[in-house]
């Protein structure tokens, strides 16, 4: 029996050609089976039955060791492994002792093909077979030991190779899935931050646009800057667009808090922002999450909510968990999310998720508010301290 795919069916030539060779190299032991048909002094007609009773079983293994799948337990297999006992007793009984060995490879094509919890009674049942039928057979005795422990610790280890091969095979395609997933985690990344940094950036070039159309008849030197603005921002969302294909993108809170200035100025939306803060002592990630959660509730406020006044606090709290980070967006606006949460909600509240952190949004009695928070790394000497004042 061979430990080369075992289990597994040939796929290709290759494979069929390998598995044969060493399958081949274990029919070597049938030597003693050849030698009692060309030296044992029996009739013409003993040694044509004899020699079509070897094809047979040898023919029959090896399509047992070529059709079975890994482990299957089918009608083929059962009755494959009872054909060879079969063959195997009625030689032995007709021909001589030299044909036990054939029990060998009976007890090892049981651990091989069939599954464990079966191949545990097989393996032993065909051993006790070898025991009787050789203290049967004239002369059986002494080759019993030669071939009991072959039979019954063959059968034994190539369940062990069989598990062993299953095992690695598993561990491959675990290892496909992982690879998958992470496959799948990188896109959902970079369709997370695409949105979240095209959606803000095309919102701010709409609404430049269409102040820069309605300057041109009268002001056409503040339609100038406008178109100005554009460019910058266009050129902008180029080079985040380009960190965010390369997973370097890592907004700061206060590169976020001036573009929410620029955008809620240009939508005509009164904008209340705190000071520049100080982040000294807070994890990097947590600051690039509220750094995605402001920008992301920013462009809600310009594109959904029909806002005219906009306020942002940015406040540390000391909660049972630890000192956090907490971010709110609040505006006076008719619109919000709409009937659930959409794309940037669920992508915003998975990456608060990552750092620790968590999201709440919802209708206010006079608008819309959004409220993300973040842990921090050290704690805070005063809870509840504001982070900067309103402007």
């Known amino acids: 029996m ?15 050609m390998v598995k044969a060779v060493w399958t081949g190299i274990w029919l070597v032991y049938l030597s003693a089976p050849v030698s009692d048909l060309v030296h044992g002094g029996h009739s013409t007609g003993v040694v044509v039955l004899g020699w079509c009773g070897l094809v047979a079983f040898v023919g029959w293994y090896g399509a047992l060791v070529f059709r079975t799948g890994r482990g299957e337990t089918t009608p083929f297999v059962l009755v494959s492994l009872g054909v060879l006992a079969a063959e195997a007793a009625l030689l032995s009984f ?41 203290l049967t057979v004239p002369g059986g005795k002494a080759y019993l030991a030669g071939l009991l422990i072959p039979a019954f ?50 919102s701010l070039i709409t609404l430049k646009s269409e102040l820069a159309g309605r300057m041109l008849p009268d002001h056409p030197e503040k339609a100038a800057q406008q178109v100005a603005d554009i460019e910058q921002v266009s050129r902008q969302a180029l080079v985040d667009v380009r960190e965010a294909v390369t997973g370097y993108r890592r907004p ?30 807070v994890a990097e990630e947590s600051e690039s999450a509220l750094a995605w959660a402001l920008r992301e509730a920013v462009t809600n406020v310009v594109r959904h909510s029909g806002a005219r006044r906009c306020a942002v606090e940015l406040v540390r709290r000391q909660t049972l968990d630890g000192p956090v980070l907490e971010l709110s967006v609040e505006d006076d606006g008719s619109g919000g999310s709409g009937h659930g949460p959409g794309n940037g909600l669920t992508g915003l509240a998975e990456r608060l998720e990552k750092v620790g952190g968590a999201l709440e949004a919802g209708r206010v009695r006079h608008g819309f508010r959004l409220v993300a928070r973040v842990p921090t790394q050290a704690p805070f000497e005063a809870a509840d301290h504001p982070v900067g004042s309103g402007a």
């Open 2 to 16: 061979s430990s080369v795919g075992i289990g597994q069916r040939p796929q290709n030539r290759r494979q069929m």
């Open 94 to 134: 007709t021909l001589g002792r030299e044909w036990l060995v054939l029990f060998v490879y009976v007890s090892i094509a049981s651990g091989a093909v069939l599954p464990l919890r079966m191949a545990r009674w097989a393996i032993p049942a065909v051993s006790a077979v070898l025991t009787a039928i050789a």
């Open 153 to 202: 610790l063959g059968g034994f280890a190539m369940t062990g190779v069989r598990e062993l091969i299953r095992t690695t095979i598993a561990l491959r395609e675990a290892r496909a899935t992982v690879a998958q997933l992470a496959a799948n985690e990188e896109r959902l990344r970079l369709a997370r931050d695409l949105h979240d940094l095209l959606g803000h950036s095309l």
């Open 252 to 281: 700061r809170l206060s590169g976020e808090l001036a573009g929410a200035q620029v955008a809620l100025t240009a939508a005509g939306v009164t904008a209340e922002l705190p000071a520049e803060p100080d982040l000294t002592d």
